[in-house]
């Protein structure tokens, strides 16, 4: 055990020193990249995002006339890691994870999904065994008898959402509270849970419709289904959909070229662009928005509120005041965007004559 520990130790100290030194060598270059590395969300396993996405990075790579290869991290930290250390150059990120690559690997949100369904935003979810009768008070009794799944740390809806609006303000504690605690990716957590592996775990209403289409195709291929297996027993709050960010100190003009292809792409009436988005809405995206680092206000709101619940659970008078203080500062930003957006959606009053 501690051999293996100790190997363990040092691949990943190689792995830093490699991170780094690639870091060196392209981090600081501002000339256009002969490839473009395309960090993906893992929200599933890789082979099914690589059937989904493969597409639509081709179609990307025709578009901006320079080669596209895709990153599949076993986890946010790696990607973000990868953004950090020049090993990537643009990705689609969860919010919290966004945040942190903004935070950590000098990165900008440039764009935003939208869902295809029109509503604009999701949800994170907690859900059960169809067949089973656990309901929310027994997932917070806090009794230590249930196996519970847990996202990834910086999953928005497998964590961030959960633990701010439901866990936190009632002062649970997952590691305390259930007999056992796994942390995986959507999509497994999902199975986990239908098969009766776990007996509640944190999902998102994305993952579920996904699962939901994926499972008529299944019906009529006269294979096992998985959404009718399962139950939602909570809702968040509505949740700010994915943003895309790309790495600062990329070239211009492939940022131009890459912001060009994504606020265009899967827009128009033509057969081309109804091909397109077909391809997104196989992975629930409808499209993409404009965006910038004010799309990322919500979740460092529900970022600094879980910091204010932790604190005042703490009882430490400097520390409640600090969150406090820092969770004002957020709130002031967000009222001022919406107050910025209202003044843009309402007309001026015509003069009185």
């Known amino acids: 055990m501690i051999r293996r520990s100790l190997l ?33 969300l893992a929200t599933e396993n890789s082979s099914s995002l690589e059937t989904f996405w493969n597409p639509i990075l081709r179609d990307m790579e025709e578009e901006i006339g320079i080669p596209v290869k ?3 991290g076993s986890n946010y930290t790696a990607l973000i ?42 949800r994170s979810v907690i859900i059960v065994p169809a067949s089973s009768n656990v309901t929310l008070e027994d997932v917070m009794r806090c009794d230590r008898r249930l196996n519970f799944g847990i996202g990834d740390a910086k999953s928005t809806s497998g964590t961030l959402a959960p633990m701010t609006y439901l ?16 942390a995986a990716n959507h999509q497994a957590n999902l199975f986990a849970v239908a098969n009766g592996v776990l007996d509640v775990a944190t999902n998102n209403s994305t993952a579920i419709r996904l699962q939901v289409i994926r499972d008529e195709q299944n019906r009529a291929n006269g294979q096992p289904t998985v959404s009718d297996k399962i139950r939602v027993i909570w809702e968040s709050p509505k949740l700010p959909e994915d ?12 940022k131009e070229k890459l912001r060009q292809f994504f606020l265009t792409y899967g827009k128009g009436d033509s057969p081309e662009a109804q091909r397109q988005r077909e391809l997104l809405s196989a992975i629930s995206i409808g499209g993409f928005l404009p965006a910038d680092a004010t799309h990322l206000i919500p979740v460092r709101e529900m970022e600094a509120t ?31 965007l919406e107050a910025r957006a209202g003044a ?9 004559p």
């Open 8 to 40: 363990a130790a040092g691949l990943s100290a190689a792995l830093a020193l490699g991170l780094a030194a690639c870091g060196e060598r392209q981090g600081s270059a501002s000339d256009q990249p002969e490839v473009i590395n395309f960090s993906i």
């Open 70 to 72: 895709p990153f599949y």
């Open 81 to 122: 890691e990868a953004l950090r250390f020049g090993q990537t150059d643009v990705g689609w990120f969860s919010n919290l994870s966004g945040l942190e690559a903004v935070r950590r690997a000098d990165a900008e949100v440039f764009a935003r999904t939208f869902d295809p369904s029109g509503e604009d935003g999701y």
């Open 167 to 182: 866990f936190a303000p009632a002062g649970v504690d997952p590691q305390r509270c259930f007999a056992q605690v796994r």
């Open 243 to 254: 943003p895309i960010v790309w790495r600062k100190n990329l070239d211009p003009a492939v």
């Open 306 to 336: 879980e910091a204010l619940l932790a604190a005042r659970n703490s009882g430490d008078a400097a520390r409640i005041a600090q969150a406090e203080a820092a969770l004002d500062a957020v709130r002031a930003e967000r009222e001022a």
């Open 344 to 352: 843009l959606a309402d007309p001026p009053a015509s003069a009185a």
